[in-house]
């Protein structure tokens, strides 16, 4: 489990928080269950009307990754491909199914199954290159509910400072509760920005970076597939590999 985000979310708030104290604040001042119902039921409300039931099931799925990322282990991928291309080069493209059981990514075992099915390095190409292409469209269709959340929240907390205004204008007899009543209005808009840009948004573009680091892997397989078709000798296929792997090995190195 990767607990950054969950400390990112604290840094932001806390920081808020602890802002306000040293001005002055009282964290009470700050506390509002109708106004973080209004932003968050209203966000997400809206966010469903717009969006199709299997966008909602990718949702749930996709969604966990925010802290288990499980990014696949490129170094790991490479030594497969390697391993299966020295066996396609020695004792032909049929052998490598004796090796298929040992190989943990299922899109690369996919791959080098249907080449040992006969299947030409075009056709793997064309088929895994719309598996790919489909999964990223899920994916990243999830991360942009989630922006749309955040989009929408700083609107909904609006509506949620104009109600709270209408209520102090229909009990201006009561002086002395005005001024509260009015700053009780804003801490909707309050929520409305802080969730959008300290939550919403943010959980959007980090679930975008994990789609794009599947679809660069996704990539990395697919030329790795290509060369083993191609009978690459291990030299050619690991530089075509290093591609990928750079920025990888950089930081295990560090």
Same mark, same amino acid.
């Given at each position: 489990? #990767?607990?950054?985000?969950?400390?990112?979310?604290?840094?932001?708030?806390?920081?808020? /928080? @602890?802002?306000?104290?040293?001005?002055? &604040?009282?964290? !009470?001042?700050?506390?509002? +269950?109708?106004?973080?119902?209004?932003?968050?039921?209203?966000?997400?409300?809206?966010?469903?009307?717009? !969006?199709?039931? $299997?966008?909602?099931?990718?949702?749930?799925?996709?969604?966990?990754? /925010?802290?288990?990322?499980?990014?696949?282990?490129?170094?790991?991928?490479?030594? #497969?491909?390697?391993?299966?291309? *020295?066996?396609?080069?020695?004792?032909?493209?049929?052998?490598?199914?004796?090796?298929?059981?040992?190989?943990?990514?299922?899109?690369?075992?996919?791959?080098?199954?249907?080449?040992? #099915?006969? %299947?030409?390095?075009?056709?793997?190409?064309?088929?895994? $290159?719309?598996?790919?292409?489909?999964?990223?469209?899920?994916?990243?269709?999830?991360?942009?509910?989630?922006?749309?959340? +955040? =989009?929408?929240?700083?609107?909904?907390?609006?509506?949620?400072?104009?109600? &709270?205004?209408? %209520?102090?204008?229909?009990?201006? #007899?009561?002086? =002395?509760?005005?001024?509260?009543?009015?700053?009780?209005?804003?801490?909707?808009?309050?929520?409305?920005?802080?969730?959008?840009?300290?939550?919403? @948004?943010?959980?959007? *573009?980090?679930?975008?970076?994990?789609?794009? !680091?599947?679809?660069?892997?996704?990539?990395?397989?697919?030329?790795?597939?290509?060369?083993?078709?191609?009978? !690459?000798?291990?030299?050619?296929?690991?530089?075509?590999?290093?591609?990928?792997? %750079?920025?990888?090995?950089?930081?295990?190195?560090?």
């Amino acid at each position: 489990m #990767d607990p950054s985000p969950l400390l990112a979310t604290l840094l932001g708030f806390g920081a808020i /928080l @602890i802002g306000n104290v040293l001005e002055g &604040g009282h964290l !009470s001042s700050l506390l509002s +269950g109708i106004s973080l119902l209004i932003v968050v039921g209203g966000s997400l409300g809206a966010t469903w009307l717009g !969006s199709t039931n $299997e966008e909602l099931k990718n949702l749930v799925k996709f969604t966990p990754r /925010l802290v288990r990322p499980v990014l696949a282990d490129r170094n790991k991928l490479a030594t #497969d491909m390697l391993k299966a291309s *020295n066996v396609a080069r020695r004792e032909g493209m049929l052998a490598v199914e004796g090796i298929l059981p040992q190989i943990e990514d299922s899109y690369l075992r996919k791959g080098l199954q249907m080449l040992v #099915d006969g %299947h030409s390095a075009e056709d793997v190409r064309k088929i895994l $290159e719309l598996e790919a292409e489909i999964e990223e469209h899920h994916h990243v269709a999830v991360a942009k509910l989630w922006e749309t959340v +955040g =989009a929408f929240g700083p609107t909904v907390g609006i509506v949620g400072a104009v109600l &709270g205004l209408i %209520h102090v204008m229909n009990n201006l #007899d009561d002086a =002395a509760a005005v001024g509260p009543g009015i700053a009780a209005a804003f801490t909707a808009t309050l929520y409305g920005v802080g969730f959008a840009n300290l939550t919403f @948004i943010p959980v959007g *573009n980090r679930l975008k970076k994990i789609a794009n !680091s599947d679809m660069e892997v996704r990539q990395m397989v697919l030329t790795g597939l290509d060369a083993i078709a191609a009978g !690459s000798n291990a030299r050619q296929l690991e530089e075509m590999l290093a591609v990928y792997q %750079h920025g990888h090995k950089k930081k295990e190195a560090a």
